[in-house]
């Protein structure tokens, strides 16, 4: 055996020979004579975790990202053992391992190289803390691009940054800064067209490295843990990601008021404040579903309390709210004040739930409330008490939502603004210091309020949102980019934190449109609710300490901006629903970046403003004060202007106008798009008719999908869902749209009406299921070119005069 230290280069350790090799199913163990195992998981076809042990020795296999309800199983694997190396080949890869270093490389069935080791697994021995700083480094071809990573304010394409993963809290935080709140591990690269990701979990703080150092090398490492990752092969970049979010979880569907528009500030307080907000969106005909109440509500910011001045009959206001189509969302804080007559303080204390210093003493800092204690949200017994918290909120007081913040989690005035690293926590039973649980403190706390909101709340569904994450958190909450600010350039991080948290596999997520920290001015503002309508998440914020930012507050020139997006954006509720339903059943990310739609056109490759909302729907914000318009890169197809129906050919870039109520919106051609009749909010009105947009387009079909349920509860899981397929295909002097229908739920509306939009010729006949029917019974409009259908027709012919 020979010693570490003759396999050591500037501190690092690397794996010397492989001297045995066994293969139990699915894992395939490598052992090197420096004691180094690198075991080997077929997940499925294109999904294998890479895991090392050093030292011969495994930890206990624990991971909180790691969902039990993806997909697992493969086909084909086999196992060869050649002369200097060993090769594992799955259906879709081949990975050979070296038996002189243990080093890795992964091809597709071609033999084209995806991904390999430069200097691969090599480890740093931790004096100070024990362990190791686990390392990977993979050679990095000229030319490969890097997405993904969670929240990350920067340009889209990561190639030349050092990223480091530590949630914090970063008030007012900048272009380009980092950490911010969120630890996505999670990274996508591509060369040569051919797309793979790699999830790094490890809840230590974790770097990685995109040809920053070193021209020709990414790299990542972590402070603590194990060299864990798994890897996923595309080539397509959509396959990575919906791989990706398979394994770390697929969130279940909000109810459908949560896609509607949100209302918050720090704070709506007392009670006549909320209700003439409330009543003033009414007034003012601007759609809204939620109201939030930020921590004034609170007694003292002590959570789970309420302020009997500012609210002296909270469950009363909440139903009045109610009947005005108001769900009221409260914020929960992770500080719990120490304060001997707190009744949440006082049942954490008996139980022993608070987080402790390695030395015994309770984990003391300052919040909101002043100083606080805070429960480790890695204990389960913890998560299931503070699940039961919510009983009186949900249950007896009628909230319907809770907004989870300073989560990361955040701590006032002390270097690091978090807990000191010797924090102890239970991690489910892998007690660990703060080093480790760090990162999935946030989700933790967000996963014990959707348990606690869920049982309350049921059958109903519930609704969270945090502003720290892990890889995973997508199972429990949706999520807001936090401490945002008033400028600019803050509408371009918006729109970047967006799209990559679609890519992360979090696509439920929004930032406070208008920017927190400073006032907008009600340009910036106009320009931010056109982009932020198109977010999957979509609320206004603010601090609220330099004036209002209702809508109202910019004279009516943004509040007629103000209510037109959002009355389109409660118009595209079915085409968002079903975007929603595609990334829950399918892990499909709800926005998806021009590279990520079109990774074979390599003009998409840098782009960052343009993105396609769903599938169908491109949409390009104004980021400038005073502009008139923009340049835009339309992705290659064919297309449409939304506002002007001209059509447009895709694969360049062009100049679009967009004046103060515009922003550049250009529907693909072919594309059906579903469109729900105005409503102030979600429910306030029978759906008499599903409007269709027909966009037509000559030559090969199209498919268009819309999925529908009782917008709430639990039923669609039993079948009680109504998807429909529409197949568009197009010919010179006539169009057929074939309808599939599958699921139990009956719409309430009983027709559709039909607009055909680029028809190139005149209506003279339609046929439905095979049957010519009269165009005044189907009460055709020439001029604006609709028909009313019954809704259930299979196959529609429109045949031209
Ligand atoms: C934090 C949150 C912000 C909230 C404020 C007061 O700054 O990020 O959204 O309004 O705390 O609760």
Redesign the pocket.
């Known amino acids: 055996m020979i010693t570490n230290t003759e396999l050591e280069i500037k501190g690092n350790l690397f794996p010397g020979k492989i001297i045995s090799f066994s293969q139990i199913v699915d894992k395939i163990n490598f052992t090197t004579e420096n004691g180094v195992i690198l075991q080997v998981t077929i997940i499925r076809g294109s999904v294998v975790r890479f895991r090392y042990a050093t030292d011969n020795n495994f930890e206990k296999d624990f991971s909180y990202a790691i969902s039990d309800k993806g997909a697992r199983g493969y086909s084909e694997l086999e196992v060869k053992d050649l002369e200097d190396q060993y090769e594992i080949i799955t259906k879709k890869i081949i990975i050979s391992i070296a038996k002189a270093n243990i080093s890795v490389k992964i091809s597709d069935r071609e033999g084209n190289v995806i991904c390999k080791d430069d200097w691969g697994f090599h480890w740093e021995q931790s004096y100070e803390y024990g362990g190791n700083i686990v390392k990977m480094s993979k050679s990095a071809p000229q030319g490969e691009c890097y997405y993904g990573l969670g929240d990350k304010p920067m340009h889209l394409n990561l190639k030349g940054k050092r990223i480091e993963n530590w949630a914090t809290d970063q ?1 007012a935080f900048g272009k380009d800064q980092d950490p911010l709140y969120k630890s996505v591990p999670f990274y996508i690269g591509m060369y040569e067209e051919r797309a793979y990701g790699i999830f790094f979990d490890n809840s230590f703080k974790t770097f990685f490295d995109f040809c920053n150092e070193r021209r020709n090398v990414t790299s990542f490492w972590a402070h603590g843990g194990e060299m864990n990752y798994y890897f996923f092969y595309g080539p397509n970049m959509q396959d990575v990601v919906t791989r990706y979010t398979d394994l770390t979880g697929k969130p279940e569907l909000p109810p459908l008021w949560a896609l509607g528009y949100h209302q918050c500030k ?1 704070s709506y307080y007392p009670e006549s404040k909320v209700k003439e907000v409330t009543t003033k969106f009414r007034d003012l005909r601007i759609p809204c579903d939620a109201i939030y109440l ?2 004034d509500y609170m007694d003292g910011f002590r959570c789970f309390t309420w302020n009997k001045e500012y609210f002296p009959d909270p469950k009363r206001m909440v139903e009045e709210l109610a009947e005005d189509g108001y769900k009221t969302i409260v ?1 929960i804080d992770p500080g719990i004040k120490i304060d001997d007559e707190y009744s949440v303080y006082q049942e954490a204390m008996e139980n022993d739930y608070f987080c402790k210093r390695a030395d015994g003493p309770y984990m003391r800092g300052k919040v ?1 409330p002043g100083e606080c204690f805070f429960p480790d949200f890695t204990n389960p017994e913890v998560r299931e008490w503070w699940a039961g918290l919510f009983k009186e909120l949900i249950d007896e007081i009628g909230v319907k939502g809770v907004w989870n ?2 989560n990361e989690p955040a701590v006032m005035e002390v270097p690091g603004k978090t807990f000191p690293d010797d924090v102890r926590h239970n991690y489910d039973g892998n007690p660990c210091s703060h080093r480790k649980a760090h990162n999935i403190y946030g989700t933790q706390m967000a996963r014990a309020t959707y348990e606690g909101i869920k049982r309350f709340a049921y059958p109903k569904r519930p609704f969270v949102i945090t ?1 720290s994450a892990y890889s995973g958190a997508q199972r429990y909450t949706s999520s807001w980019t ?2 945002n600010v008033a400028t600019w350039e803050h509408l371009w991080i918006a729109n970047i934190q967006a799209q990559r948290m679609s890519m992360s596999g979090m696509s439920f997520t929004g930032s ?1 449109i208008g920017g ?1 920290a400073e006032h907008p001015t009600g340009e910036l503002y106009a320009r931010w609710i056109q982009l932020g309508v198109f977010h999957p998440f979509c609320r206004t ?1 603010s ?1 609220g300490d330099h004036g209002n930012q209702e809508p109202w507050t910019f004279g009516e020139e943004v509040i007629d901006v103000t209510r037109k997006y959002v009355e389109l954006r409660y118009q595209l509720l079915p085409y968002l629903y079903t975007m929603f339903w595609e990334y829950a059943e399918e892990g499909i990310p709800m926005l998806k970046s021009l590279v990520l739609y079109d990774q074979l056109d390599p003009q998409t490759h840098y782009r960052t403003d343009e993105f396609v909302f769903g599938n169908q729907i491109l949409v390009c914000p104004v980021q400038e004060p005073n502009a008139k318009g923009r340049r835009l890169y339309i992705p290659r197809g064919n297309w449409y202007n939304y506002w002007t129906r001209e059509y447009a050919k895709g694969g360049m870039e062009q100049w679009v106008d967009a004046d103060l109520d515009t922003i550049p919106i250009f529907i693909k051609e072919g594309a059906i798009i579903p469109k729900y009749p105005i409503q102030q909010y979600v429910g306030e009105k029978k759906i008499e008719e599903l409007k269709l947009e027909v966009y037509y387009k000559l030559g090969n079909k199209e498919v268009s999908k819309v999925y529908e349920d009782a917008q709430d509860g639990y039923d669609y899981a039993k079948g009680r869902f109504s998807l429909r397929s529409f197949a568009f295909t197009g010919k010179e002097n006539e169009i057929i749209i074939q309808q599939h229908k599958n699921g139990t739920y009956i719409t309430e509306y009983e027709r559709m009406k039909i607009e055909f939009i680029g028809l190139p010729f005149a209506v003279g006949e339609i046929e439905i299921d095979n049957v010519v029917v009269s165009l005044n019974d189907l009460k055709y409009d020439e001029k604006n070119n609709t028909v009313v259908v019954p809704k259930d027709f299979t196959e529609l012919h429109i045949v031209a005069k």
């Open positions: 008030y720090w930020d921590i914020i909101w913040d300073m502003r936090g401490d406070d927190f914020h601090s």
